[in-house]
């Protein structure tokens, strides 16, 4: 897709979006396995679930606007994914390992909160006012998520990691 108006971006980042979610669920699936704390693994299952909310909105914002969702691959966040693999791999399980999972599970977040203020930014300046809404509750979910997460790194997680450590 050639990009040269701010619709032709809005429509890239809403590609962009649907695909790094899609990653998303397939990969928190294999991060919850990996976990042993019962409480991320939880938290994943509260992320997938999360995660089909935001697909769904994604595809009807595109279907309001008449163009599939799918069509972009998200490489940064195949790129945050294969790190969050990889530490499984180089990890041995117990408390050290959830405590990195989070880690890796929060750059996710952090990711998906600047990729759908930007998109609901397009989506205000370009009058899409219900995209616009339903991309701010997609931010707001996930920074919400995010707070839950700093919330069980800080309070059990990395507590437990360190007390492995020590």
Known sequence: ???????????????????????????????AEAADSTELKQLFTDRIEQASRHITRVQEICNALGVTPAG??????????????????????GPVRDAGLIANAQRIEHYGIAGYGCARTHAERLGHEEAAEALQKNVDESAEMDAR??????????????????
Do not use: H
Request: glycine letters at 4%; a negative charge; hydrophobic letters at 40%.
């Open 149 to 166: 997460m700093t919330e069980l790194a800080e309070t059990l997680l990395n507590p437990e990691a360190q007390e492995v450590s020590a």
């Open 1 to 31: 897709m050639v990009v040269s108006k701010l619709e032709d971006l809005f429509v890239e980042q809403l590609r962009d979006l649907y695909n790094a979610e899609s990653q998303v669920q397939l990969a928190l699936e294999r991060w």
């Open 72 to 93: 972009e691959k998200c490489y940064g966040m195949q790129g945050l994914v294969e790190e969050g693999d990889s530490y499984i791999e180089e990890s041995e399980s």
